[in-house]
C-alpha cells in the first residue's frame, strides 16, 4: 500500500551547503493498518508524510503509494475561521463539480462521525481546541481519503482531551478501514493507538526499528501488555540515543 | 448601552458648542441655529449637492485610484522579496511628502480640473494603504495555505478562498481610513485650485470673513462622512466579520 525504499532528502541551505533530512527510510504499509511514526522533535518525521502526500520531492530512494486520495490533520487544526464549522470540512470537496447540498450533507454526516453534531453553524473560534481538532479530522476524512496522515494531531491538546480523542480516533479507524499514517514523539500515545511503531531516529533520520504492538483494540489506558511494550521501547530509545 | 453612549457623546460635543457660542462673539464662534439655518439655506439653494457631488466625484474617484494602487503596490511588496526592497522606498517618499505637494504639482501639470484632483488624491493616499496591505500579507497565516496544498486546492481557489479572505479586514481597514485621507486632500486640492466643491466654498467663506458658512460647510461634510460610516461601512463591516465579532476577547483571566 505504501512503500518506500531507501528514501534519500536533502535540503539545499542558503549558505550552498546540503542538509541531509532522511537517510536511508526503508518501510512498508499494509491498507488499512494504523502505523506510528515515533522520533524525537525535529528528526524529519514529517517530512516523510510530506513524501508520502507528494508535497515535497524526495533526492533518491522509491516511494510507492497506492491511492491518491490523502487526507491530513496537521498538529494545529488549521481551520478557516470566517467558515463556519459544516463549511470548513466541505472546503476539500469544493475542488469536485458537486451541488453544494451535496457537499454539505457530506459534510454534517462526518461532523457526526466525530462527534460534533449539532455544532454544524458554530465558527472555529467559538469552539474549544479538542473540538477544532475533530473538525480537523472530519475535514480530513469527508474526502474518503485511500490514507489518512497525522502530524502530532494531539500533541497540543491537554492530556484528557488528547486520550478522549484518541479513543475516537480508533473507533472512526475501526468504523471506516482507513489506512493511518501518525506521527508523534510521545512513546505512550503511539503504543496506545498503532499496530505497528516504525522508531525514526535523529537527523539523519534512518527507521531505527520496527515494533508491533499485539494487543487487541479497543484498548484501556492502564494496560499492563501496553506498559511493558513502553518500557521496553523507552529502553531502545535510549540505546538509540548512545549510539549517536 | 452602547447607542445611549453614542447619542451622550454627540449631544455633548453640541452643548459644549453651544456654550462656546454664548461666550465667544458670532464671527468667531456661530452657535447651532445659525449654522443650521446658513446650511438649510445652501441646500434649499441648490448649491450644497451641487459643490458636494464635485466633492464626492472627486473623492470617489480618488479612493478607487488609491485603492487600486494601494492594493498593487501592498500586494507586490507583500508577495516578491525583490518589490518588497525595490518599492520600500518610494512608498517611503509617497509617505513622507504633504498631500500640498502633489496637490500643486498635479494642478500644474493637468490644469485645473477633475482629473488633476483625482491624480493628487491617489498619488498622496495610496502609500499609507500599500503598507497596510503589505503588513497584512506578512502576517498571514501561512500553515493555512500549506493546509490548502495538503488537500490538493488549485492555486486559484487558494488565493480565492485562503488568501483572500484574510486580507479581506486589512483592506476594508485601510479603506476607511483612506476615505479619511482622501476628504482631506480633496479639500485642500479645491481649495488651491479649483472653482467647485466643499473645499472651494470654505475658501471662498473665508475669503468672505463668514464664519457661520465655513462652520455650515464643514458640518455638512462631517454629516456626509458620517452617514458613509455608519450606513456603509459599518454594516459591510460587521457582515464580513461576523465570525469574529460572536467571540469576546477575554482580557482578564
Redesign the interface.
Known amino acids: 500500500m505504501i512503500a518506500l525504499k531507501e528514501v534519500r532528502k536533502e535540503y539545499l541551505q542558503p549558505n550552498g551547503e546540503r542538509l541531509r533530512v532522511l537517510e536511508n527510510i526503508t518501510f512498508e504499509i499494509a491498507k488499512g493498518m494504523f502505523s506510528s511514526l515515533l522520533g524525537p522533535s525535529g528528526c524529519g518525521k514529517s517530512t516523510i508524510l510530506n513524501l508520502i502526500a507528494k508535497l515535497d520531492r524526495h533526492t533518491s530512494g522509491d516511494i510507492s503509494v497506492n491511492g491518491d486520495k490523502i487526507g491530513f490533520v496537521f498538529q494545529q487544526p488549521r481551520l478557516l475561521n470566517w467558515r463556519t464549522v459544516t463549511d470548513n470540512v466541505a472546503l476539500p470537496l469544493e475542488r469536485d463539480n458537486s451541488d453544494k447540498r451535496g457537499r454539505r450533507e457530506l459534510a454534517v454526516k462526518y461532523l457526526g462521525l466525530v462527534g460534533l453534531s449539532g455544532f454544524e453553524n458554530y465558527y472555529p473560534l467559538q469552539l474549544s481546541g479538542g473540538m477544532q481538532q475533530r473538525v480537523a479530522i472530519a475535514r480530513a476524512l469527508v474526502i474518503d481519503p485511500d490514507i489518512l496522515l497525522m502530524d502530532e494531531p494531539f500533541s497540543g491538546l491537554d492530556e484528557f482531551t488528547a486520550r478522549k480523542l484518541r479513543q475516537e480516533l480508533i473507533r472512526i479507524w475501526r468504523e471506516t478501514g482507513k489506512t493511518i499514517v501518525f506521527v508523534t514523539h510521545s512513546i505512550s500515545e503511539a503504543v496506545f493507538l498503532s499496530e505497528q511503531i516504525l522508531i525514526v531516529s535523529q537527523k539523519p533520520a534512518t527507521i531505527f526499528k520496527r515494533v508491533t504492538v499485539d494487543v487487541p483494540y479497543p484498548r484501556e489506558y492502564g494496560d499492563l501488555r501496553l506498559f511493558e511494550i513502553e518500557t521496553s521501547l523507552t529502553r531502545d530509545f535510549l540505546e538509540m540515543n548512545s549510539e549517536r | 448601552m452602547n447607542t445611549i453612549l453614542r447619542i451622550l457623546s454627540i449631544v455633548s460635543l453640541v452643548l459644549a458648542w453651544l456654550i462656546l457660542s454664548f461666550v465667544f462673539s458670532p464671527t468667531i464662534v456661530p452657535g447651532p441655529f445659525a449654522v443650521l439655518q446658513a446650511m438649510w439655506e445652501n441646500v434649499r439653494s441648490g448649491q450644497a449637492f451641487y459643490h458636494l457631488y464635485k466633492t464626492l466625484f472627486r473623492v470617489g474617484f480618488g479612493l478607487v485610484l488609491t485603492m487600486a494602487l494601494g492594493i498593487a503596490f501592498g500586494t507586490a511588496m507583500g508577495l516578491s522579496r525583490r518589490a518588497e526592497v525595490f518599492l520600500e522606498s518610494w512608498v517611503m517618499v509617497g509617505l513622507t511628502l504633504p498631500a500640498i505637494v502633489y496637490s500643486i504639482i498635479c494642478l500644474l501639470w493637468f490644469g485645473l480640473n477633475d482629473f488633476a484632483a483625482i491624480v493628487a488624491i491617489g498619488a498622496s493616499a495610496f502609500p499609507a494603504v500599500g503598507i497596510s496591505i503589505w503588513q497584512g500579507i506578512k502576517g498571514m497565516d501561512t ?2 495555505v ?2 490548502g ?6 492555486r486559484g ?1 487558494i488565493i480565492r ?2 488568501i483572500f ?1 484574510q486580507l479581506l479586514p486589512h483592506i476594508l481597514a485601510a479603506m476607511r481610513y483612506a476615505l479619511g485621507i482622501c476628504w482631506k486632500i480633496c479639500t485642500t486640492v479645491e481649495l488651491i485650485g479649483m472653482s467647485s466643491g466643499v473645499g472651494f466654498m470654505l475658501n471662498y467663506w473665508f475669503g468672505l470673513f463668514s464664519m457661520s458658512q465655513v462652520f455650515a460647510w464643514t458640518l455638512l461634510f462631517l454629516l456626509v462622512m458620517f452617514a458613509i460610516e455608519y450606513l456603509l461601512f459599518k454594516p459591510v463591516e460587521k457582515r464580513l ?4 465579532n ?2 469576546p476577547i477575554p482580557l482578564s483571566a
Open positions: 500553515q493555512l500549506s493546509m496544498n495538503a488537500f490538493k486546492l488549485s481557489a478562498k485562503i479572505p466579520t461576523k465570525w469574529r460572536d467571540v
